[in-house]
């Protein structure tokens, strides 16, 4: 004999009910099945008892249960011989009758007993059961159980909790010879005193299993509109995995602790009498589904993760409760009596307080009972008055073999400080089968996805949003795309989900389509905020998101402190940040530092070239720059090769300006300006207190040309300058030196000028736009450390980027 219980998702239409009916015929053992009422019926019963205690008018409400019940019957028409539509339709009504009547009534009163309400409440699953009597009737023969009758709730519990011995005797002589074939509604049984009882909310799967225990079953099987138990609900979290075999108690922690899979009490009684539980799909009945029994398997070690929503946490402390024996019993006593079921626990080891997680809704009953309990403790001092914590979830990390394994609880606590979640009280039970946390609500799905990711999915993840489509974005987004199948092969997950240009902004949280970005983005109304993107994080559950900023805009580099503040990492190719006031790249340091979040800004200076991460990691280790110089312009170093080619300024500069070396306006090149800021960026690295004002900067064209806006005016007046500026080149020639556009450190001074170097000097060789770095630290001394190569262009830039967004990785292991 084998149990099979249909939950509502299993009896949505009447296509389903047809399939359910197909799925049962094909058992090759004798069958009970249990139905559920049919999907949005029971919400829809809640419903009208809310509307009925407050008096309210109850026709539309009855007349949308009566017509969607009706359509099921007449849908099932003609679908089967021997299936006698009008009889059904005729029983329906008959059922939709009494519920009128009884709803009526309460609304008359503007009250619904609890006993009224269970009727009302248990129409559902009758009706399920009626309409499957008749459509497999039409067939075979078929018992239907009442588990009025005989499914028997323990006395005076706050939770129905079932009378395994008296349902097994009572089923035993209502229907000790059960048929091949029986049905039965599932959600309620009697109370003892004879009245129609619930099981609570997705209480059909309980009726499943105690019909299993008084039938005998070897087998209950869960039928319902997912494989089996996965990893995490996958309804709230993408790449949720299979469980194909879990113990009974795995399954009991998993639905203890909220997992809806599975209604919290069905595995016990499975448990005691070694019934193999299966959670199998409906729609999908080939699929082998998950196995519950009394052993897991050699699978992970942690199983599976849940949340349960709505606990309050409430905290009893004061120093009456420090030795004294006696208080604990007191506290849960005072629960007890008031049928309040205790979630968790958790004590202070000082024994100062005491903290429990109850129901949010029993919450303020809770409070007052222990206030009334401890009142003369309360009235003394002895304790403070009783604290409570509501809209708290709890999530918990659930498997039999974790306590085999050392590390799982500092990885839990690691991917929850990971999703910035805040943990207000931990509890483990003793035989280290579940470790459970109590978060806010409101942070309980990150916390579940981040942990999920972390412990399960273990594949580093980078969202990405870049900002800026110019040559640099274009090719950083060209390289993401390329890069895809190496990403795969060293499993990390890089999803540009953003892409914004100064108007518009395309996001899409599973990765935006790489192929017909532009087309996508042109498409799109909004523009980017950091409003928006907060709520496309939240809304998404990223967990890994990155700002690229591959602009030169002042307004994006004075937000990334916002950005920095909301926790998202800030990869930078635009220097006006880091140049800025010292004040402002102090901040940014800081709360990078305090959200535990990256600001990185390689390409700030020799594009890809590794100059920022090297610097840092020789001061980390205790070094300290002494002096440097270097190309930091790859136009300028260009430009300064030709001349010693034997062009003018002014040809040199228009040929880099053909070639696309140069800014639009070669002023803005030739006024050092963008040099004097990249040697700002490496003096404040090595701990210099500078402004870009106190860099002493020497442009290569006297101001009055360096200030000139327009790039054609600029380049027309540029040969004003050739005479002056071939004076220097001959003079340098004739000492056998080259001119080179250089920045400088040195006695705790930043400077940018022409310098003459003669073939000693190590910037002496450097040519044809390359950029080169010589830098002097007490490591490194008296031959400097060189850094040497190209250091602009937008592959090289788009590069560093690249290089920049893989580190925003390495947070887990450093932090
Ligand atoms: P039924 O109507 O069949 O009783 P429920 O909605 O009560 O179905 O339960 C099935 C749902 O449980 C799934 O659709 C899924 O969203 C949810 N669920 C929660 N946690 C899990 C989990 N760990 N594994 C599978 N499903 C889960
Ligand atoms: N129909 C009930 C509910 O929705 C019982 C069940 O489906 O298990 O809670
Ligand atoms: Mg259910």
């Known amino acids: ?81 021997g299936f006698d539509v009008s009889h059904s339709q005729q029983q329906t009504s008959g059922l939709l009758d009494q519920l009128r009547t009884l709803a009526q009534g309460c609304a008359m009163i503007g009250q619904c007993p609890e006993v009224t309400a269970a009727q009302i409440l248990s129409v559902g699953e009758k009706f399920s059961t009626l309409l499957m009597a008749a459509l497999l009737r039409s067939q075979h023969p078929v018992t239907v159980i009442d588990p009025k009758l005989f499914l028997t709730t323990e006395d005076d519990s706050g939770e129905p909790v079932a009378d395994i011995v008296t349902s097994q005797q009572r089923f035993q002589s209502h229907y000790g010879d059960a048929e091949e074939l029986a049905v039965m509604p599932g959600f309620y049984g009697r109370h003892p005193n004879g009245d129609l009882c619930l099981l609570g909310r997705n209480g059909s799967d309980y009726s499943a299993a105690v019909l299993a225990v008084c039938t005998g079953a070897e087998r209950c099987e869960i039928w319902t509109d997912v494989d089996g138990i996965y990893s995490v609900d996958p309804r709230l979290v993408d790449g949720a995995q299979l469980i194909t075999r879990m113990s009974y108690q795995e399954a009991m922690e998993l639905s203890y602790f909220g997992a809806k899979v599975l209604h919290p009490k069905t595995i016990t009684p499975l448990s005691r009498h070694q019934i193999i539980c299966a959670i199998k799909n409906t729609t999908n ?101 009783v604290d409570c914590q509501e809209n708290l979830a709890i999530i918990t990390l659930i498997g039999d073999r974790m306590h085999q394994q050392k590390g799982t609880a500092s990885r839990f606590f690691g ?52 900002i800026g489509c110019g040559t640099v974005g274009k090719e950083l987004i060209a390289q993401i ?30 990765g935006i389509e790489l192929s017909n970005w532009p087309e996508q983005l042109a498409a799109c109304r909004q523009g980017l905020s950091l409003e928006r993107l907060q709520g496309f994080v939240r809304e998404a559950h990223l967990t890994n998101p990155v700002i690229i900023d591959c602009t030169s805009n002042q307004d994006i580099a004075m937000s990334y402190l916002n950005y920095l503040q909301a926790s998202f990492h ?31 800004y390689e390409t700030n200076v020799g594009a890809g070239l590794p100059v920022i991460d090297n610097l840092q990691s020789l001061l980390r280790a205790g070094d300290e720059l002494l002096q440097f110089e270097g190309i930091l312009s790859g136009s300028l170093s260009y430009i300064f090769g030709e001349i010693h080619q034997g062009l003018s300024l002014s040809a040199a500069t228009a040929k880099a300006r053909d070639l696309g070396y140069t800014e639009p306006n070669p002023a803005e090149d030739l006024n050092g300006l963008d040099v004097a800021r990249k040697v700002l960026v490496i003096a404040r690295e090595a701990g210099l207190p500078l402004e870009l004002s106190d860099v ?44 080179r556009y250089v920045a400088i450190i040195k006695d705790q001074r930043c400077a940018v000028k022409i310098q003459s170097v003669g073939p000693d000097h190590p910037l002496y060789e450097i040519e044809a736009g390359e950029n080169a770095l010589a830098i002097n630290t007490r490591y490194y001394q008296p031959k400097p450390f060189i850094i040497r190569g190209y250091g602009a262009g937008a592959e090289v830039t788009a590069a560093g980027l690249f290089g920049d967004l ?4 390495s947070w887990e292991q450093e932090h």
């Open 696 to 739: 002493d900067l020497q442009p290569v064209v006297p101001d009055e040309l360096a200030a000139i806006e327009d790039g054609d005016e600029f380049m027309r007046r540029l040969p004003e300058h050739d005479s002056v500026f071939q004076q220097l080149i001959d003079q340098a020639e004739s000492n056998h030196q080259k001119l």
């Open 570 to 600: 800030v990869v930078t190719a635009n220097k006006k940040a880091n140049t800025d006031t010292l004040t402002y790249y102090h901040q940014l340091q800081a709360m990078a530092t305090k959200r535990q979040r990256r600001f990185l």
């Open 481 to 510: 795309n390329r890069q895809q199948a190496w990403l795969k092969d060293n499993d990390i997950e890089l999803n540009l989900v953003g892409i914004a240009n100064s108007r518009q902004c395309l996001l899409d949280a599973k």
């Open 285 to 385: 009945p080939q699929h082998p589904g998950t196995l519950i029994s009394a052993t897991t398997d050699e699978g992970k070690a942690v199983k599976a993760i849940s949340k349960l929503s709505d606990v309050a946490m409430i905290n009893v402390a004061g120093p009456g409760m420090k030795g004294m024996v006696g208080m604990a019993a007191r506290v849960f006593a005072s629960m007890a009596e008031s049928d309040i079921s205790v979630i968790l626990i958790s004590q202070s080891s000082s024994e100062y307080s005491i903290s429990l997680c109850v129901p949010g809704d029993e919450a303020d009953r809770a409070v007052k009972h222990l206030q009334r309990s401890f009142r003369l403790e309360l009235k003394n001092g002895m304790l403070e008055p």
């Open 1 to 81: 004999m084998k149990v099979m219980k249909f939950g509502g998702s299993s009896l949505a239409t009447a296509a389903k009910f047809k399939q359910v009916v197909e799925l049962i015929e094909l058992r090759s053992e004798p069958v009970a099945a249990v139905f559920s009422a049919p999907q949005g019926i029971t919400n829809a019963l809640v419903e009208l008892i809310e509307l009925a205690r407050q008096g309210s008018d109850l026709t539309p409400q009855l007349d949308d249960i009566s017509q969607r019940l009706l359509t099921l019957c007449t849908d099932c028409a003609g679908w089967r011989e």
């Open 806 to 809: 893989l580190r925003t990785l």
């Open 415 to 466: 991917a929850l400080s990971h999703a910035r979640v805040n943990i207000i009280a931990i509890a483990q039970d003793s035989s280290e089968r579940s470790i459970s946390a109590v978060v806010r609500a409101k942070r309980a799905d990150d916390a579940v996805a981040v942990c999920h990711q972390q412990l399960f999915l273990k594949k580093p993840r980078i969202d990405a949003f870049l």
